[in-house]
C-alpha cells in the first residue's frame, strides 16, 4: 500500500491523494461504506461498483471471526472472493465491537476475552490473533487490536486504555512483521490513537505510534457519545502530529455536515454505518436536507427523492412510490434508499476531493458552513 | 389486447403464442412474478427487466386497494409509472385476498365485506367496484370478482359459489363495457372459472362465460389445500371447453415440475408466490434439485448453487456465501434468492415454449416426468 499526496489546501488541513492498493486505487479524501457482514446490507456488489463507484468498503473483523469464521473464508480464497469485491476492503480489528457488542468482557494485558453476542461462546482476541484474523481474511488495509473507552473516561482509565493500546500496536506489529516475511501478503497495518477526549492523552499517544513507521494512522474512540466538537477538537489536535505522506483514517465518522469538516482537519478516510442504517430506518439525506420517508406530506409527492441526484433510486422513483414502500416494509425499500444515502456521501466526497485539486476548498467549505447555520 | 396462438402440440394441449398488450407482448406459455405491494419483493424493475427478462408482473388489487389506494396511485400516473414499471401488469380481483387474509367477510349477492388485515376498517368489494380500482391501477389484465371456497367443499356450497361467480362475472362485465367506453382504456377483463373440485361444476361454469365473449379466462379456485391431482383434473376438465383463440390462465400455480404439467393441459399463464416466497426462506430451485441453503452441507461449498443458471446470483456468488447470507439475515440473501428462483421458473417456461415451437414438447414432457420418478 502506497499513498501519494496530490493536493494540499494551503488555508485549511484538506488533503487530496492517491491509495494505490493491490485492489485498485482509491481517491481520497474517501468516505468508505460498512459492510459488517461482508454484505454493505441491501446492496450487491454490483451496486456498490456500477451505481456507487465506491473504491473500498469496510468489513467487521469481530462480525466475520464469529460467523461464518475467518478459516472458512480463508479456504473459499479470502474476504474478496467470498463476496465477489475485486476492490479494495479495509478491515477493524474487531475491538470496537467486542467493546459495544459482546458480554462479558476482560481485559488483560494479553488481549480481551468476551463472549459472542450470536452463542455467548468465550473468544479470547490478542493484538497477534486479530492481526492473523485479518490476514486470513486477506484484507487490503487492517487495524491493530486497540482499547476503546465509552464517554466519558476519567483520565487515569484513558491514559490506561490509551498505554494497552500503545502496547497492542508494538506487539501487533511485531507479529505483523514476521507474518508478512513468511506470507508475502501485501496488506498494510493502521495504529489507532486512542487518548480519549484528553489532548495530552491524543498527542502523547500519536507521537509513540510514529516509532511504528506505519503505512496510515487511524484516529479511533471518537463517535462515542461525546459532543461532536469534542470528536472535531481531537481529530485536530492529532492530524498535525501525524506524518504528512501517510493516509489518516478517523473510524465511525459522521453525519454529512461533518465530513468536510474532518477533511479540514487534515482526516483522508472515514466510514459509518450512518448513511446506511439511516437508509433502512426511512431517514434520507438529500441536497434540500433530510426526508424522513414515512411523514404524511410524501404520500402523494410525485417528486423524486432528491432532483440534484443521479442515482438509481433518483433517477426512477417517486417520493411516493418510496414511502409506500417503506410504510408496506418492503425489502426493496432498504436497497433504493440505502443506494442513495450512500451515493449523497459519495458524491459529497467527490465534490469535497475536486474543490481541493481545484484549489478551491476553503470557499466550498464556507459554502457549507453558512447553509448549514441558515 | 389480442392472443395470437403460434403453435398447438398436436398429442398435448400445449400451445405456444404470443398475449399483445399496450405495454409490449408476452410470449406464452408465460410464468408471472408475483408483485404484491406493487414490487416484487426484493427486486428492482431493473432486476426485473434486465436479469429476468419478465414481459409481465402481478400485482394485488386488494393490497394496494388498502394501501397505498388505487386513488393514490392513479394520481401518480397509474401502477406502470408508480412502480417504473414500462412492461404488462396483471391484476387480480381482490377476491382472492379477502378470502384468504381479511377478518369478518360477509357475502352478499352484491358483493363482499370485509375488514382490512391492516386497521380492521369496513370495505365493500362488489364486481363493479373491483374494476373500477383495477381500471384506476391502469393494470393491462385484470380479474373479475370471484368467489373462492376454501377445500374442501360441498357440491352445494361450490355450486352456490360458482354461481354467485358467474353473476358477479356479468355484472362486472357490464360495467366493465361501460367504462371502457367512457374511458378508452385498452385494459382486458378475465372472467374466472370456479366450482371447486366438481367437474360438472367447472364444465357448467365455462360453457356459461363462453357468452362473455372475453379476450383470455382464468381458472381459479385451485391451490386452496387439495391433492395437485385434482388440481390439474380441474384444469383438464376445463381447458377444453374455452376458447381456442383466447389465452388461459391458471390462478396461484405451481411447484416447478407442474408448470409443465399445467402446459401439456393447454394453460398460457401461471403465477405463484412460490419461487419468491420459497427464495426468501431459502429454498432454491436449481437444475439438480432442491437446495436448502441453510444446511451445514453447504458451508464450505464454493461452488455456485446452480452451475446450469446464468442468473448474477450463480453467476456471481458460492454457496457458501449465499448461506452466510441467509445464517446472517442479510437482506441481500432475498434478493439473489429470488432472482435465482424466479430465474428458474422463467427459464423453464422459455424452455417449454422453445419445445412446442420445435415440436418438441412431449418428449421434453417426458423427460421431465422421468426425471421426476427418478
Redesign the interface.
Known amino acids: 500500500m502506497r499513498f501519494e499526496l496530490q493536493a494540499e489546501c494551503p488555508q485549511t488541513g484538506a488533503r487530496a491523494g492517491l491509495i494505490h492498493t493491490a485492489h485498485g486505487i482509491i481517491e481520497t479524501p474517501v468516505f468508505m461504506p460498512v459492510g459488517t ?3 454493505v ?6 451496486d456498490l461498483a456500477d451505481d456507487l463507484d465506491a473504491k473500498i468498503i469496510l468489513a467487521n473483523t469481530y ?1 466475520l471471526f464469529l ?2 469464521g475467518h478459516e ?1 473464508i480463508q ?3 479470502g474476504l474478496h472472493q ?3 469485491w475485486p476492490r479494495a476492503i479495509l478491515t477493524d480489528s474487531g475491538g470496537f465491537q467486542v467493546f459495544s457488542l459482546s458480554d462479558l468482557r476482560k481485559i488483560t494485558s494479553q488481549g480481551v476475552l468476551f463472549r459472542s453476542h450470536l452463542d455467548g461462546d468465550a473468544h479470547l482476541f490478542t493484538p497477534e490473533s486479530t492481526v492473523d484474523v485479518q490476514l486470513a481474511l486477506g484484507s487490503d488495509i487492517m487495524m491493530v487490536l486497540d482499547e476503546c473507552l465509552a464517554y466519558p473516561a476519567s483520565h487515569e482509565a484513558a491514559n490506561q486504555a490509551m498505554r494497552r493500546t500503545l502496547e497492542w500496536a508494538q506487539a501487533g506489529y511485531q507479529h505483523y512483521r514476521c507474518r508478512l516475511e513468511q506470507t508475502g501478503s501485501t496488506a498494510a497495518l493502521f495504529p489507532i490513537v486512542q487518548g480519549s477526549m484528553f489532548p495530552d492523552l491524543r498527542k502523547a499517544c500519536a507521537t509513540e505510534l510514529l516509532e511504528l513507521d506505519a503505512p496510515g494512522y487511524a484516529i479511533g474512540g471518537l463517535s462515542v457519545g461525546e459532543p461532536r466538537t469534542l470528536s472535531l477538537e481531537m481529530t485536530e489536535v492529532t492530524t498535525p502530529l501525524l506524518p504528512k505522506n501517510r493516509p489518516r483514517y478517523v473510524m465511525g465518522v459522521g453525519m454529512p455536515e461533518e465530513l468536510p469538516e474532518y477533511v479540514a482537519r487534515g482526516v483522508d478516510m472515514m466510514d459509518c454505518v450512518l448513511p446506511s442504517r439511516n437508509a433502512r430506518n426511512g431517514c434520507l439525506f438529500t441536497s434540500t436536507g433530510r426526508v424522513i420517508i414515512k411523514q404524511a406530506r410524501y ?2 409527492d ?1 417528486a423524486p427523492l432528491d432532483a440534484n441526484c443521479a442515482c ?1 433510486t433518483c433517477r ?3 417520493r ?2 418510496l ?3 417503506f ?2 416494509s ?3 425499500f ?3 434508499a440505502t443506494l442513495h444515502n450512500l451515493k449523497y456521501y459519495l458524491d459529497m466526497m467527490r465534490q469535497i476531493r475536486q474543490s481541493i485539486l481545484l484549489g478551491r476548498f476553503p470557499a466550498y467549505l464556507d459554502g457549507l458552513r453558512r447553509a448549514a447555520l441558515e
Chains 1, 2 share one sequence.
Do not use: C, V
Open positions: 457482514q461482508a454484505t446490507k441491501g446492496l450487491s456488489p454490483r462480525h460467523r461464518p472458512s479456504r473459499l480464497g467470498f463476496m465477489n404520500r402523494d410525485s438509481y426512477t422513483f417517486s411516493a412510490y414511502r409506500h414502500l410504510q408496506a418492503e425489502i426493496l432498504s436497497t433504493l
